[in-house]
């Protein structure tokens, strides 16, 4: 059984910074991914960031691009994201993913694990 639990969120001004973990356990597919998603008030969950065990690689989506870097320990164990220069656009609730295939973190509709979430407030 997979399980994924984030912490590290909180309050912050626009301009400073925040690193989220994800403790991952029960997780062993080489070929999957890990991600971290958020979801603001009244909007959809979005996908911000993937990494993909099997070679470390990663991919961003939208305004993050360039701010937020997301990252795992050696052991696959803790899954990172950094989050420089924040906006107070980036408030949300962020969530830990985890899928078996690599493709399945590009979308929440795919992903396969989801952690409980932890609230980033950026106030201007």
């Known amino acids: 059984q997979v399980h994924l639990e984030e912490s590290g969120g909180g309050s912050v001004q626009a301009g400073g910074s925040l690193r989220l973990s994800c403790a991952i356990s029960g997780y062993s597919y080489s070929g999957g991914c890990m991600g971290w998603f958020r979801q603001a008030p009244e909007k959809e969950r979005e996908v911000i960031a993937s990494?993909?065990?099997?070679?470390?690689?990663?991919e961003y989506h939208g305004s993050v691009k360039g701010r937020f870097t997301i990252s795992q320990d050696n052991a696959k164990t803790t899954l990172y994201l950094q989050m420089n220069s924040l906006k107070p656009e980036d408030s949300a609730m962020y969530y830990c993913?985890?899928?078996?295939?690599?493709?399945?973190?590009?979308?929440?509709?795919?992903?396969?694990?989801w952690g409980q979430g932890t609230q980033v407030t950026v106030s201007s």
């Open positions: 990494i993909f065990p099997r070679n470390s690689g990663t």
């Open positions: 993913a985890a899928a078996s295939q690599w493709w399945e973190c590009r979308s929440p509709t795919t992903v396969g694990y």
